[in-house]
Structure formats: C-alpha cells, structure tokens
T-cell receptor, first 117, second 115 residues
Framework: AQSVSQHNHHVILSEAASLELGCNYSYGGTVNLFWYVQYPGQHLQLLLKYFSGDPLVRGIKGFEAEFIKSKFSFNLRKPSVQWSDTAEYFCAVNGGNYGGSQGNLIFGKGTKLSVKP | GAVVSQHPSWVICKSGTSVKIECRSLDFQATTMFWYRQFPKQSLMLMATSNEGSKATYEQGVEKDKFLINHASLTLSTLTVTSAHPEDSSFYIC???????????FGPGTRLTVT
C-alpha cells in the first residue's frame, strides 16, 4: 500500500533561513508527487507537483522540490523563508496510472512551519 | 481561480442525529469529488471518491451506510453522517477535480462535533 512519511512535525525558523522539509513515499510503481500548503484559516492549496521529466520542480512563492527516485524522496526546499511562509505543508502521492488526475491522493501527516520575524 | 465551498463550516449535533455537509465547486465543473477526514495532528484520510451520477467508491474501513455520499450534479456533492456518534467528531474536507485540468481544489473543511 502507498504511504507518505513527513519527518518533521514542527519546524521553527527565523526569517531568511533556508528550509528543507522531508518527504518519503512508499510505492512500487510510477508516482505523481505533490506538495500542498495550508495557511492559517485557509484552504489547502497546491504548491507544486511532479509527474515526469525534470526531477527538480519549481512551484509558487519560490518553493522547489526534487524528486530522487532512488531515495523515494520528494523534499521541499526554499532558500530564504519569510514570515508569510508560516503554514502547514503536506506532501502527497498518487499512483502514476492516474496521470494528472490527482485521484486518490495519499497524504503525509503534515509539517507545521513557524517562521519568526 | 477555482473555488470550492463547504457548508456548514462547523456543526454541533447530538448523538443519534444525522448531519449533511455540502461541497460545491463555485466556478467550475467537477466530475469527481473527494471526501477526506482529518483528525487532530493527523494526515488527511481519503474516505470516498464521488463521481457525478454514479455511486461513490469508499475506501477500506469506511462504512458506506454511515457516510452517505451523493453527487447529484457537476457542482455539488453531499456527505451525510447518519446516526452520528461522538467518535464521528472530526474535520471533514472535500475536494473537487476540475473537469478540464483534473487539478484538485480543496474546500475549507467542516468541523463536526457530536455531543
């Protein structure tokens, strides 16, 4: 069965610090990978996604993630965080047979990021 | 942008009663909608996949007779929690898959408290 692990429950950083949130998945086949963000009091929003091609994907607000197939990882990075990045971040995966449909997403437990001004 | 709404945003009900939660895609059509449940400090757990005009597909361990899902139109899906019990108290989130792009857009969630 598919599963997603996010290693950090809560990360606290100062502004301008670099960010890396870990995400590992368990699935034997082709996967589609996603990072979602939930700002306080708001909906889940798609941050970035990987379906195929260049394993380094860039999303909104300066975020990027790298798919490393050999490590079953899809870590999220940002070189310099801002106070406004304070939110909860969820990694998600679905089987590649869904193509771009994002059907049946399996979510990690989420990582809460707190950025101190 | 694509917007998904849920109503109500929070509800308190007595044990044994039924509660209906609506999920609407406001500015796009969604052939597929998904219902998730989230416990505190836990991941979103997919409960069921709802396709317009057909029966919902429930995930293993989700009681279909307890969590009734109806997807009567391309913009509306409903989740009815029947004979609610305190253990059904949770945060229920829906998402809608855009008909053209298939990208999934999430609603704001509904907090259900059963007393």
């Amino acid at each position: 069965a598919q599963s997603v692990s996010q290693h950090n429950h809560h990360v606290i950083l100062s502004e301008a610090a670099s960010l890396e949130l870990g995400c590992n998945y368990s699935y034997g086949g082709t996967v589609n990978l996603f990072w979602y963000v939930q700002y306080p009091g708001q909906h889940l929003q798609l941050l970035l996604k990987y379906f195929s091609g260049d394993p380094l994907v860039r999303g909104i607000k300066g975020f990027e993630a790298e798919f490393i197939k050999s490590k079953f990882s899809f870590n999220l990075r940002k070189p310099s965080v801002q106070w406004s990045d304070t939110a909860e971040y969820f990694c998600a995966v679905n089987g590649g047979n869904y193509g771009g449909s994002q059907g049946n997403l399996i979510f990690g437990k989420g990582t809460k990021l707190s950025v101190k001004p | 942008g694509a917007v998904v709404s849920q109503h109500p945003s929070w509800v308190i009900c007595k044990s044994g009663t039924s509660v209906k939660i609506e999920c609407r895609s406001l500015d796009f059509q969604a052939t597929t909608m998904f219902w998730y449940r989230q416990f505190p400090k836990q991941s979103l757990m997919l409960m069921a996949t709802s396709n317009e005009g057909s029966k919902a597909t429930y995930e293993q361990g989700v009681e279909k007779d307890k969590f009734l899902i109806n997807h009567a139109s391309l913009t509306l899906s409903t989740l009815t929690v029947t004979s609610a019990h305190p253990e059904d108290s949770s945060f229920y989130i829906c998402s809608a898959s855009h008909e053209a792009t298939y990208e999934q857009y999430f609603g704001p969630g509904t907090r259900l408290t059963v007393t």
